[in-house]
């Protein structure tokens, strides 16, 4: 696989090649393929957010991230039923914590080069493992949206 993402992120049949990779080995039960299938589909689309170019626009930078954090949190808010559909446990006991001192841009390409890297994986994933990625994802692109606001709090800038 080549290493530049933008290579196979952004290229329809080998994201896709990607994401029926990821599908369970063994004798396949339809259910655990299609909330395979499911799940990486949303894991290449938060990839493919987290990767968009803004060509340093502020505001399509905080629009983008906007819709990142968002993105993942439809994928954290489903993770739960799906993991009952495939009679995993769910708990969020996973913590991935934050690297210190990397600006919130930088802790984005953190957690979504972690993402890659499950999704490029030969292990399988829990989906308890995926969601604690997915959180820090989410929760980068929230800190770098009020990183980049022009606000206040307490009449102090």
């Known amino acids: 696989m080549d290493d530049d993402p933008a290579r196979w992120l952004f290229d329809p049949a080998t994201a896709r090649q990607l994401v029926l990779a990821r599908r369970p080995g063994g004798r396949r039960v339809p259910v655990s393929c299609v909330v395979s299938d499911v799940v990486w589909a949303d894991v290449v689309r938060l990839l493919r957010w987290a990767s968009a170019a803004t060509h340093g626009d502020p505001a399509l930078a ?27 446990p769910w708990t969020v006991d996973v913590e991935v914590p934050a690297p210190p001192g990397l600006s919130p841009a ?52």
């Open 62 to 88: 905080a629009g983008t991230w906007w819709r990142l954090a968002a993105s993942c949190a439809d994928l954290l808010r489903r993770l739960p039923g799906l993991s009952d559909e495939l009679a995993e």
């Open 106 to 157: 930088a802790r984005i390409d953190a957690a979504a080069g972690r993402l890659a890297a499950l999704l490029l994986g030969h292990e399988p994933v829990p989906l308890r493992r995926l969601a604690a990625e997915v959180d820090a994802l989410g929760a980068a692109a929230i800190s770098a949206v009020a990183d980049a606001a022009p606000w206040s709090v307490g009449g102090r800038a």
